[in-house]
């Protein structure tokens, strides 16, 4: 934070300081405030690639993602209720189906074990067409009930990974199950990571 004891020895140190103003939020509701700053240092010493222009464009899908998901719509207006009413009740699958798509369901069932007290099923894809999958077909249980799939897609996605995630909905829909899909939007991993944890 502005004016905090690390701030002060960056200072004497002859350091700089990023401060960020979590506005009472935990950490973990501070993601992308407190990773652009690494990243733009990041950029500045050429460790990674990050142009201002897709921090630019990062920023972006988030005021998107925000203004489409802001509190004060209806549950059919807003993506991020349907789809909290949907998975209410149930086990959340949540699977990626690329590397950005898997970091994203990774911070998708944190946040869902962290903010809502729910435990999820995570996988990056294609490991659960060979463990988790199987798990549709517990009809005479009453488990695949109680699941929810949730696909999350990249806009930059393998033919092949493309093709399993509608393998997977379709799977869904015969068991009955219910599933959700997101999307990601975007050409850059960062932005696209962005849209799909925004």
Known sequence: APGSALS???????????????AGRQPRACLWSLAAPLLCVADALGVVAVPPQVIDAAAFVLDDV???????????????????????????????FSVV?????????N????NAKIPSVIGALSEPHHNQVVAFDTADRGVSAQLRLVVLRDSVEDARMGLRAEE???????????A??????????????AGLTG
């Open 8 to 22: 002060v020895a960056a200072g004497q140190g002859g350091g700089t300081h990023f401060g960020v103003d979590a």
């Open 66 to 96: 925000a203004e489409r998901c802001r509190p004060e719509l209806g549950v059919e207006e807003n993506p991020a209720k349907r789809l909290a009413r949907n998975l209410s009740g149930g086990l959340p699958m949540v699977w990626g």
């Open 101 to 109: 798509a898997a970091a994203a369901a990774t911070r998708f069932g």
């Open 111 to 114: 946040q869902l074990a962290e």
């Open 168 to 178: 997977s909905l379709q799977m869904a829909a015969e068991a009955n199950l219910t």
């Open 180 to 193: 959700y899909q997101v999307r990601a939007q975007g050409e850059n991993p960062l932005v696209r990571l």
